[in-house]
């Protein structure tokens, strides 16, 4: 866990999230939180993590996501150095579409 993030706040944004029972609900709460482009720009780096996992090339990741090379380049740092976070949710999504 980052300690530059923990916070009281934080932990009650994320109950807020986890509170959440379906996509439909997810796009209700983070439409009221987050503008437009901040989703999308998540979006994006859970799209390029997850093409990292499945060893795309950066060029097919920047082709397919229009991200940056310095955007695909932070977020495969953070799925070998990180927190484990992106490869936790890849994982967990991998195992709901077998179900």
């Known amino acids: 866990m980052n300690k ?3 916070s ?29 482009n ?4 998540m979006a994006q780096r859970m799209a390029v993590a997850s093409m990292l ?13 229009g991200a940056s090379t310095a955007t695909i380049s932070r977020v495969n740092r953070c799925l070998h150095y990180g927190a484990d976070g992106y490869k936790l ?9 077998k179900e």
């Open 53 to 65: 996992d499945a060893k795309r090339t950066y060029v097919e990741i920047a082709e397919k996501t």
């Open 38 to 41: 901040e989703i999308q720009a």
């Open 8 to 36: 009281e706040f934080v932990d009650q944004l994320f109950q807020s999230i986890l509170t959440m029972q379906n996509v439909e609900e997810c796009y209700q709460f983070f439409e009221d939180l987050c503008t437009v």
């Open 4 to 6: 530059k993030i923990k």
């Open 89 to 97: 949710a890849i994982d967990r999504c991998k195992e709901q579409t």
